[in-house]
């Protein structure tokens, strides 16, 4: 594809419920992150995965959050039983190979969270 | 733990005036450092430098690093309405994976 893409862009949920964002990489782009970015920040390293393996989820906040790349393309975080600071915008990154100097990671637009 | 300081937090111009945004990091095992320009949306790639001294540049936007001062300037001449942004500073760490540590990021705003 031209770029990342995810669904949905916007999201309402009511705290307690589960929910599934998606990613769809760059096609044949190796390497996929996610980061969560709160109002005011920079985007902080959720998760990564390189084709089916992930290899680092060190920055998933708590046990709720769950992410999978089943077949080393799409990728869907899921977050259980929604809070309040969960609450952000949640973006996808995708690069072309793993652990290259001067391999950029390109981004999607991301899926704003709103848990009310 | 590696950490990304970007200065100032935010700025307003007028158009024409030119800026210089502010990147300080600390890192284990520096591999790369990148700026991105993030407008309500995806964050999108400006530059990455790896060597200190070399100067990139497209258009009106040119950055540089320092690896022994630990800081990266990203410079905007001619500013423009259109260049109101976050600008956000990242650093890659050879022994942190292939994550991006950000900093908090430089709003910018060009006033006509």
């Known amino acids: 594809g031209a770029g990342v893409s995810q669904s949905p862009r916007y999201k309402v949920a009511k705290r307690g419920q589960d929910v599934a964002l998606r990613c769809d990489p760059i096609s044949g782009h190796v390497s996929l992150f996610w980061y969560q970015q709160a109002l005011g920040q920079g985007p902080e390293f959720l998760t990564y995965f390189q084709n089916e393996a992930q290899l680092d989820k060190s920055g998933l906040p708590s046990d709720r959050f769950f992410a999978e790349r089943p077949e080393g393309s799409v990728s869907t975080l899921k977050i259980q039983r929604t809070q309040q600071e969960d609450s952000a915008v949640y973006l996808c990154?995708?690069?072309?190979?793993?652990?290259?100097?001067?391999?950029?990671?390109?981004f999607g637009p991301g899926t704003r969270l709103l848990v009310l | 733990e590696d950490k990304v300081v970007q200065s100032p937090l935010s700025l307003v111009v007028h158009e024409g005036d030119t800026v210089t945004l502010n990147c300080s990091y600390e890192v284990t095992n520096f591999r790369s450092l990148l700026w991105y320009k993030q407008e309500k949306k995806a964050p999108t790639f400006l530059f990455m430098l790896?060597?200190?001294?070399i100067e990139k540049k497209s258009g009106r936007l040119s950055s540089i690093l320092d690896k022994k001062e630990l800081f990266s300037i990203l410079n905007i001449t001619a500013t423009q309405t259109g260049d109101s942004a976050v600008y956000l500073c990242a650093v890659e760490d050879n022994n942190a994976g292939n994550m991006l540590t950000f900093g908090g990021g430089t709003r910018l705003m060009v006033k006509p």
């Open positions: 990154a995708s690069s072309h190979l793993a652990g290259a100097t001067g391999e950029t990671q390109y």
């Open positions: 790896t060597s200190s001294g």
